[in-house]
């Protein structure tokens, strides 16, 4: 059984800086493509940044690409989100998520991620 478990959410005014941390349990996430997403009340689940198999290769949704950055700690087997630059538009819930079956680039759409975390709130006020 796999226990994704997110946290460093907060308020922070725009131009501030987050750094979210994903904990996982009962998988190695270096033997997984992880995934970060986020989803604002009444708007679909979308994709934030992606990291392969062994964390070499990482991807972005254009509109975070510069700002954020996505890593893995093995050591302590979590995946983090470097949030930097902050817009009103970044507020949401942030998700991680674990895809089983991909091997290099992180799929974009959620259905293809098998386990979530129960999500952290980010809210930027401008």
């Known amino acids: 059984q796999v226990q994704l478990v997110e946290s460093g959410g907060g308020l922070v005014q725009a131009g501030g800086s987050l750094r979210l941390s994903c904990a996982a349990s009962?998988?190695?996430?270096?033997?997984?493509?992880m995934g970060w997403f986020r989803q604002d009340p009444g708007k679909e689940r979308e994709f934030v940044a992606g990291?392969?198999?062994?964390?070499?290769?990482?991807s972005y949704a254009d509109s975070v690409k510069g700002r954020f950055t996505i890593s893995g700690d093995n050591a302590k087997n979590t995946v983090l989100l470097q949030m930097n630059s902050l817009k009103f538009e970044d507020t949401a819930v942030y998700y991680c998520?674990?895809?089983?079956?991909?091997?290099?680039?992180?799929?974009?759409?959620?259905?293809?991620?098998?386990?979530w975390g129960q999500g952290t709130q980010v809210t930027v006020s401008s």
């Open positions: 998520a674990i895809d089983r079956n991909s091997a290099l680039i992180p799929p974009t759409t959620p259905d293809q991620y098998d386990y």
């Open positions: 990291i392969s198999r062994n964390g070499y290769y990482t």
């Open positions: 009962g998988r190695t996430i270096s033997s997984y493509v």
